[in-house]
């Protein structure tokens, strides 16, 4: 939108521009009483979010979101992430307001909405249980508990700690999967732990999503993995080094 | 400035409102100004409800209802709509 006055903002009509004086002021005052008109700084945040609401990865994903829930609001501010991510100074004061105001765990929901795996999720959580409470039951479980559930593997990661981390967390949290995440050199990283993870008895079943210089996998326990069977095998392939 | 809108709420930039017509705006919502931001009648700070954090003049969002005041970001903008509707 930016300044341009006559750019038709969120999905309303232009109206024009008007001259700012004292009358026009109390005949504005008037109307917004009448709860006709809203004031803001500029268009810019209410089109983001409006866009972010019409589209239609939020209108998937919040049919298994309660509506005014703090989660709503971080999965909208994770696809707002997503779409101001060119814009780095914009991008990263509304990081910085999103942790002030969530904390760690509601960046985290933020984070992996805009790199998608919010999304992804949702996917296997809809193939895995057939009826919509259990879906929508597990996904504020993992929401939940993201903080465990879901790794940010770094390239200074040591892998066997993480493997470790994974195998204990895997078995005791009940919804029985969980999420990797590296980009650049800690995709190796995260390679490395799905390898000593492949390699472990229990055989867990593990799906990577590769996409540029982001790496991603989702790891689930083999009982898990047996009610999603419908997927290819093998699922996992190590690359060719 | 401009102004536009759907049939619901008529949305009204006021970005390049002059700043003593932003004082008279908050005056005549029954609001002012202080040391830190946006204040109320009775001198407390206004608080952006969303986020806790001081509004300040230049960045401000009013909403009809009970004169919602907040901070204009996508945090607090799509934090009332989920609470009110969508504007």
Same mark, same amino acid.
Request: proline share 4%.
């Given at each position: ?19 700012? =004086? ?13 709860? *006709? ?5 500029? @268009? ?17 994903? $919040? ?9 709503? +609001? ?13 814009? *780095?100074?914009? #991008? ?17 929901? #933020? ?8 999304? *992804? ?8 249980? /057939?009826?919509?409470?259990?879906? =929508? ?8 508990? +993201? ?14 700690? +993480? @493997? ?22 800690? !995709? ?7 390898? *000593? ?19 991603? #996998?989702?790891?689930? !326990? ?11 095998? /093998? +699922?996992?392939? $190590? /690359?060719?080094? | ?9 008529? %949305?009204?930039? %006021? ?23 946006? %204040? ?40 009332? %709509? ?6």
């Amino acid at each position: 939108m930016g300044d341009d006055p006559l750019k038709s903002v969120t999905q309303g009509v232009t109206l024009g521009a008007l001259e700012w =004086t004292e009358q026009k002021i109390k005949d504005l005052v008037k109307q917004f009483q009448n709860r *006709q008109l809203a004031f803001i700084k500029s @268009a810019d945040n209410i089109e983001l979010v409006k866009e972010e609401l019409r589209s239609s990865e939020f209108s998937i994903l $919040r049919q298994f979101i309660p509506k005014k829930t703090k989660y709503s +609001i971080q999965i909208q501010m994770g696809l707002a992430l997503r779409r101001i991510a060119n814009d *780095q100074p914009r #991008a990263m004061e509304l990081r910085n307001r999103i942790q002030r105001t969530f904390g760690d765990s509601g960046l985290h929901v #933020a984070e992996i909405t805009q790199i998608g795996l919010t999304n *992804q999720l949702l996917t296997r959580l809809v193939g895995l249980y /057939p009826k919509p409470e259990e879906v =929508t039951n597990k996904f504020l479980y993992f929401l939940d508990h +993201i903080e465990d559930l879901a790794i940010f593997v770094r390239n200074d990661s040591v892998p066997s700690a +993480i @493997a470790s981390v994974i195998l204990t967390r895997i078995e005791s949290y009940t919804i029985h999967l969980m999420i990797l995440f590296g980009s650049g050199y800690a !995709t190796n990283v995260v390679l490395d732990v799905l390898k *000593q993870i492949e390699d472990h008895q229990r055989k867990y079943v593990i799906e990577i999503l590769r996409e540029g210089p982001q790496i991603a #996998a989702f790891t689930f !326990t083999p009982e898990l993995g047996a009610k999603i069977s419908h997927w290819s095998d /093998p +699922i996992y392939t $190590r /690359p060719e080094s | 400035m401009a102004t536009s809108g759907d049939a619901k709420l008529q %949305i009204v930039s %006021i970005k390049d409102m002059p700043s003593d017509l932003k004082l008279l705006l908050l005056k005549e919502l029954g609001l002012g100004v202080g040391e830190d931001g946006v %204040i109320t009648k009775d001198g407390s700070q206004v608080l952006d409800k969303y986020t806790d954090q001081p509004v300040q003049i230049e960045n401000m969002a009013i909403f009809p209802g009970s004169t919602v005041v907040l901070d204009d970001n996508p945090l607090s903008i799509a934090s009332y %709509i989920e609470e009110y509707g969508e504007v």
